[in-house]
């Protein structure tokens, strides 16, 4: 019997992710009088994608967990997708992933156990790719079918990348395209075409090995992934870690060219509307025609977001062109002058 998985989940990736708002409401809770450590090098307080705690003055461990629901049907390609997400955090760091744990949870009344085993399969041959064991992990009875890993890596100290570190002038990078959230909401809604998913797919399964090279770089100044909070939610928090503002161009954006016939049809995620509540306010759009459907749509395996030292635009185009990304800015860092600290503009 075919199982098709997103039928049995509320949400679909990172799209079920708690809005920016209700999570730093409870890390305003959670977060009271914490005790400092010398040796955390990156905690939460820039909201960045791992932990990094230095193991002594020249190397630090680097740690992450991340889970969903299905975002597609086929079992095995949820368990890799899941597996790619996770270790993502990982890549965004600058760092080099070391080991996985899996973390699965599962409706065992309604979806029979070996099909759980094709997800960790799907999981464990995304960890494999990544030259990694998935050496454990947890599991539990739950309502709706969860996966996801809890992943482990090193990073030379002088390497990490972290969000905070962008600066007034940096050109600003996307390395994958824009579009996931639009098109899974589609399949959903048995809208989607099978040419459009395969594509989707292709792209959430390809690991952001890039980050490791890009954490030797000096002229790159911050790294972050692109998930669940849009690419407008992680430029903010490039942002607002240092009191920095943003410029991003519409006609810069890396978009799948399947877009617009699902937003001609109403597929717009409930994440998108949710991030857009949470941090519309500290947005400007230049004008009217303009709307948040693109820069606020969950990502679920997405691109890394770069900023790089003008200075260095050519070096840091031929280095990804070698590594096969055609990349051309997206948007710029600048100083703050306005209330808002990311202004969206039709072109450069």
Known sequence: MQYRLTEFSH??????????????????????QLPSFAHLLVGNE????????????HTAIVSTTDFFMPIVDDPFDFGAIAATNAISDIYAMGAEPLMAIAILGWPIDKIPPEVAGQVVSGGRSVCTAAGIPLAGGHSIDAPEPIFGLAVTGKVPIADVKRNQDGKVGDLLYLTKPLGI???????????????????????MLTLNTIGQSLGRLPYVHALTDVTGFGLAGHVLEVCEATQIGAEIFLDRLPVFGFVDKYLAQGCTPGGTHRNWKAYGSKIRLATSDQNYTIIADPQTSGGLLVSVDPSYKSVFEAEMQTAGLDLQPIGRLVKKDQPEYLSVLSSW
């Open 11 to 32: 949400g679909a990736g990172c799209g079920c992710k708690l809005s920016p708002s209700v999570l730093s409401e409870i890390l305003s809770t959670s977060d009271q």
């Open 46 to 57: 820039t909201k960045d994608d791992a932990a990094v705690v230095a193991l002594d003055d």
């Open 181 to 203: 959230g639009i098109v899974t909401t589609a399949q959903k809604r048995k809208l989607a075409e099978p040419e459009d998913l395969d594509t989707a797919k292709r792209s």
